[in-house]
């Protein structure tokens, strides 16, 4: 099955800096790759994902971007600010398996002042 | 997207007892999952929640433990059975859109588990 493995577990940062959060994944079938983000006592929210026909994704100020050969996938937030303050998920899919969704293990990103 | 309610939001639970979240989906939906978070840890797939049949487990959980039911497009139930400590956790219900790979995922149950 899929493997998704992600880094690093924890990240502090000055508001106004950039994060990069990074995954790898074992299927070379996986072909969707979404990030979650999970406010301390709320929900994980899907805040952008990919697909494997494309590089880059942007929305604002976060972006994604896939390397398909190396199968890593990696999650680029600029600008930061303290409500960016959150656990990160990425996760991996093949969608014409319809398996389930592989979730990382998730990174606790905190942007201070 | 779908708004996914669950109740109870947060339950306090003695050794040994039953408890059985709900999840109520606002449009009928065709894929729903339940996913287990225990504390400062990533999501846990238990069952894909089937309408009109058994639920589909994932390895490490069964029907005993964690039974699941799915009377119709928009309603599933999760029980946690005889339950100990180690089951206390957050309890997610989660939709899927079909054929994009996008979950949403409700509120979350908190349980705790004396």
């Known amino acids: 099955g899929e493997n998704v493995e992600q880094h690093p577990s924890t990240l502090s940062v000055q508001e106004g800096d950039s994060a990069v959060i990074k995954c790898t994944y074992s299927?070379?079938?996986?072909?969707?790759f979404p990030w979650y983000k999970q406010e301390l006592g709320k929900r994980p929210q899907l805040i952008i994902d990919i697909r494997s026909n494309v590089g880059e994704k942007k929305d604002q100020r976060i972006a994604v971007t896939l390397n398909k050969t190396a199968k890593h996938f990696s999650l680029h937030i600029t600008e930061t600010q303290p409500e960016d303050s959150a656990v990160y998920f990425c996760?991996?899919?093949?969608?014409?398996?319809?398996?389930?969704?592989?979730f990382g293990t998730g990174t606790r990103l905190q942007v201070t002042l | 997207s779908a708004v996914i309610s669950q109740k109870p939001s947060r339950d306090i639970c003695q050794r040994g007892t039953s408890l059985t979240i709900q999840c109520q989906v606002d449009s009928q939906v065709t894929m729903m999952f339940w996913y287990r978070q225990q504390p400062g840890q990533s999501l846990t797939l238990i069952a894909t929640a089937n309408q009109g049949s058994e639920a589909t487990y994932e390895s490490g959980f069964v029907i005993d433990k964690f039974p699941i039911s799915r009377p119709n497009l928009t309603f599933s139930t999760l029980t946690v059975s005889n339950m100990s400590p180690e089951d206390s956790s957050i309890y997610l219900c989660s939709v899927g859109v079909t054929g994009t790979g996008e979950l949403f995922f409700g509120e979350g149950s908190r349980l705790t588990v004396l």
């Open positions: 996760a991996a899919l093949n969608t014409g398996t319809a398996s389930k969704l592989t």
């Open positions: 299927d070379s079938a996986s072909n969707y």
